[in-house]
């Protein structure tokens, strides 16, 4: 890779984008205030897109081919979400506006909510957190106050699945939880067993991923949500892998109490390139007063009356919220995004979507599965995850194959994750590949399974074929260098 | 079928190849009786016919870009450079995820280091992360921070009352379930230099704004110094506007030990308040307590020089429930919307918006200032927003400059909302957008609306 950074491109003296001259006379300013020296680029506008229409091109993208990140949903991002969350009228509004001068964003925050309603089953939702994560801390957060708001003080143990995103742990020690890790089973599923010991006063709930990590329907579902339930417990459902799922069950109706969704995965807005993304959180209607305020209602006796002054979608605050999360009202050109793509999609849609992807996921499985040691051998859903490891070739580790994956020109699978299958190799291909797109990861994967016993080297050393070559993590972490430094380069 | 590529052949040859005969083998382990719900979502519609229903949508708004508007609160309208749109409707950006392939993702990793390498720059501070989701939530990341550097053994932080509201809230929010105690804003009138007293050797941090709520420049000067002795060695975080930053000594300076803010002028429409982008940086001594991403300078085996995610053990998917925080995907294509703001506008340019900001604000004030029955109220220098005294609630003064002038202004934020003590109190944000000509007609409104309140006061 040979771009400069834009700091090396920098000129004393030429400048960027003009601004208008000042039409207003000048006022004094506060001289013990004004900083000496402002150390920014001193770059063309030519400069300027130059300089980064070279850099994506180091990049690789959905819009260049295939991206199977397991847990990801690295599906395609339709072009018309992109127009569509740049009209001038969704840009251009103020979050602090009038409600009656934005009644058309509200009304779309207001029907995404009942999409989301519709597909989930759930009572109410929240548009506010800002991603996954965030969703997780919210309806953490909610199961906590719920407990606190019964009296039931003592409560504060999470039970967590060892397959489970580190998020999970994270969102859960966060909100001043125990974590409490519970083995998965020989299939795959959460050890019920293991569970039991956990079903006392103490119980908040259990973060459940299902379809989990490995890509599996969690056959247990019913009888865990049961066990929690009998327990006093609340059941948090980890939706990143609503993608297997809409159209096809309502997470609700088998006994989740709270979900957070990801719009950035499920629902095709883009990741671009580590977020925004949108995480609302819907919940079953004894946890709807605790949603982070506020939420979007109809106001039924506006319409009736037809009255002109009075908003027909308003904000509104749940009595027992656990507070805002976030500033304003949520990531609102995501869920423009996120309504576009329902809207086009309909119920068929929706359904047709989790059913090619969960084809395509079985698919890519049946031609790689001779190859590949699969830990566990079920009808997977949208993902599944294999070893990257051979017998007969001892040296070559699940890193090697990605990075050999980049060579062939497409985008490895997550490695390393979940933590509970050895040199993991967690693959997602989303219901937006062809089959021949499908085929080609199929067919170049089984090529470097051949690869790694003839010349594991190739493997090693990869990739050969990328803007750089294999690239020292441990160095980078040893030399903390995380900025660019005039004085030093 | 919407974003579907298979043909029915194609479908019956995969079921075929997978071992099974129809689509519903695929979902045997779903319990039937939960399997196919109706959703009941309305008819798809088409692209043509999606883009007619959002366009309706977008025009049931007003739009602030085409009304003159004086509301800032947190949200700024600037001048978003052609290029800035440009670079973030490539699909190489914005269609990729995060960057954990480094060797194929050296476009996003470049333009995050280049990224945090100008918030350092701008904040005067060391060390930066690739972002928070927002202002409110860096607030919360930074008493977060600040809690853990103390390995949570001091309980108590201070927040000044003029921290924009919605952060003192998400700060609640975020450590509702971690028994801290948090003062200083029960007393919203209180002066900053009485709230600092109450730093002692149990507090972990001090959080305050510049400019503050109401866009006045806090003074900073010996503030670090204070914290630090008052509350041995508590931490000083600082929540900046970063426009403000092209004028003003940098809280680094100052010796503050956390900087954040939101990023939401660099570059980002108004879009309803989101998504916007939170940043933060802080010294490299605390690097491994900060939150976040972050991207560090390597080199590849030839000895090229590439970027990677580095310091990755304080994050959630290497520590799980003892990571810094649970933050995993950020804002990262805002802030790549920052830094080609940063880099287009350049060291000349950004000076020369914060100067318009500066100096059409204070044309306003002054004239408002003027006008009988409105008081500008600032005890200390301001940068593009302040707060004015008016004659009625403004709630009243805002639905007549939208309904009843001779055309639609959006008037400044009613603080009543936040500060009840500040009954009749509008904060009012004129950045480089709002032409001297809207500010004449804005004031020239404010006077109609007093002569128009004085009669019905009579009346
Ligand atoms: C299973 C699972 N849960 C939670 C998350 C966190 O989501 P986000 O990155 O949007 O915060 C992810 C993201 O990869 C995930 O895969």
Redesign the pocket.
Known sequence: MTEPLIFELSIPGRKGVRLPELDVPESELPADLLRDDLPLPEVSEVDVVRHYLRLSQLNYAVDKGIYPLG??TMKYNPKINEVAARLPGFVGIHPLQDELTVQGALYLMYHLQEQLKAISGFDAISLQPA????GELTGVLIMRKYHLDRGETQRDTMLIPDSA?G?NPASTSMSGLRVVEIPSDARGNVDLEAMKAYMNERLIGIMI?NPN?LGLFDENLEAICQMVHEAGGLVYG?G??MNALMGIMRPAEIGIDVMHF?L?KTFSTPHGGGGP?S?PVGVVAKLADFLPAPIVVKEVDAEEEAEEEAPLYTFYDPPKSIGRVKSFWGHFSVMIKAYTYIRMLGDEGVRRAAEYAVLNANYLLSRIRDVYPLPYDRICKHEFVVEGRFEDAPGVRALDIAKRLIDYGVHPPTNYFPLIVHEALMIEPTETESKQEVDRYADILLKIAEEAKTDPDLLHEAPHNAPVRRLDEVYAARQKILRYRRDQQ | MVFVPHTEEERQAMLKAIGVEKMDDLFYDVPARYRYPTLGLEAPLTEMEVLEELRELSEANLNAYRTPTFLGAGIYRHWVPAVVDYVLSRGEFYTAYTPYQAEISQGTLTAIFEYQSLICDLTGMEVANASHYDGATAAAEAVIQAYNVFRGKRKKVVLAPTLHPHYREVIRTYTQGMGLEIVGDEALEKPLEEVVEMVDEQTFAFIVQTPNFFGEIEPLEGLADEVHTRGKKALLAVAVNPISLGLLKPPGEYGADIVFGDGQPLGLGLNFGGPTLGFYATKMRYVHQMAGRIVGETKDVEGKRGFVLTLTSREQHIRRHRATSNI??NQGIMTLAATVYLSALGKDGLRKVALANYHKAHYAAERIAALPGYTVVADKPFFNEFVVECPAPVAEINDFLLNEWDYEIIGGYDLSRDYPHLARHMLVAVTEMNGRDEIDDFVEALRAFADYHQVEVEA
Do not use: E, K, L, Q
């Open positions: 847990s990801c991603a996954g994560a965030h995103h998020t991923t990590t980890d990143a892998n990801n950035h993304g995480g | 995993c995907s």
